[in-house]
């Protein structure tokens, strides 16, 4: 019933000029590094993107036990990673809603809220390769244009209608990031610096202190 009331709202939409286009880059940003920020840059200016909003998940689906921290946390950081570059927004839908979010839920749900724009989804080549087992993924390709971004050791192919934008490979993983700071290693660079100093301060992934990039 939830999602046929949600269509339907969509449709009564549908006439409604669309004035902006919109990128949408999801994850947990656990932390938000440079990468991320790099891909809705590239994305933005390469189609031509009014701005660009980043979601951040309350639970990832796709996490397989993945050690997510606080959204609170994740928020303030992605506030303090994207600052300064009027083309960035954050969007909360997800968190506000808390629990586990699908894509095409979200979609469908941005798409009631703001008629007026036109979104396009952005994702990795990684997350290209594991569209088959996205909720809905049939409904969801006809809902939203997905824009694929190259990741290394993956190729740049979908069975799926992806549109394809060619970023600089800044190879980051979250996870290793998380690593090196629990190790006491370098982050500078990788991080954004307010990012870093919010991870110092409130002694994030790691029970010691992060060095402080200042």
Same mark, same amino acid.
């Given at each position: 019933?939830?999602?046929?009331?949600?269509?339907?709202?969509?449709?009564?939409?549908?006439?409604?000029?669309?004035?902006?286009?919109?990128? $949408? $880059?999801?994850?947990?940003?656990?932390? %938000?590094?440079?990468?991320?920020?790099?891909?809705?840059?590239?994305?933005?200016?390469? $189609?031509?993107?009014?701005?660009?909003?980043?979601? %951040?998940?309350?639970?990832?689906?796709?996490?397989?036990?993945?050690?997510?921290? #606080?959204? #609170?946390?994740? !928020?303030?950081? !992605? !506030?303090?990673? *994207?600052?300064?570059?009027?083309?960035?927004?954050?969007?909360?839908?997800?968190?506000?809603?808390?629990?586990?979010?699908?894509?095409?839920?979200?979609?469908?749900?941005?798409?009631?809220?703001?008629?007026?724009?036109?979104?396009?989804?952005?994702?990795?080549?990684?997350?290209?390769?594991?569209?088959?087992?996205?909720?809905?993924? #049939?409904?969801? *390709?006809?809902?939203?244009?997905?824009?694929?971004?190259?990741?290394?050791?993956?190729?740049?192919?979908?069975?799926?209608?992806? $549109?394809?934008? #060619?970023?600089?490979?800044?190879?980051?993983?979250?996870?290793?990031?998380?690593?090196?700071?629990?190790?006491?290693?370098?982050?500078?660079?990788?991080?954004?610096?307010?990012?870093?100093?919010? *991870?110092?301060?409130?002694?994030?992934?790691?029970?010691?202190?992060?060095?402080?990039?200042?």
């Amino acid at each position: 019933m939830t999602n046929q009331a949600k269509t339907v709202t969509v449709t009564e939409n549908i006439n409604v000029e669309k004035t902006e286009k919109i990128g $949408l $880059l999801g994850g947990t940003f656990n932390p %938000p590094h440079i990468g991320h920020l790099v891909v809705a840059d590239q994305v933005r200016n390469q $189609l031509g993107l009014e701005e660009v909003w980043f979601i %951040p998940t309350a639970t990832p689906p796709h996490s397989n036990g993945k050690d997510t921290i #606080d959204a #609170d946390s994740r !928020l303030d950081m !992605l !506030l303090r990673a *994207i600052q300064g570059n009027s083309y960035f927004d954050l969007n909360t839908i997800e968190v506000d809603k808390g629990g586990i979010n699908y894509t095409f839920d979200t979609i469908i749900e941005l798409q009631s809220r703001h008629p007026d724009k036109e979104f396009y989804f952005i994702l990795g080549a990684d997350m290209v390769h594991d569209l088959p087992n996205w909720y809905k993924i #049939d409904e969801l *390709i006809e809902s939203v244009q997905l824009v694929g971004v190259n990741r290394l050791e993956y190729e740049r192919k979908s069975d799926y209608p992806i $549109l394809w934008v #060619d970023v600089p490979n800044v190879d980051i993983s979250s996870t290793e990031l998380r690593k090196s700071i629990k190790e006491g290693k370098p982050v500078r660079y990788l991080i954004p610096n307010d990012v870093v100093s919010y *991870i110092s301060e409130n002694e994030l992934y790691t029970k010691g202190e992060v060095s402080d990039p200042n």
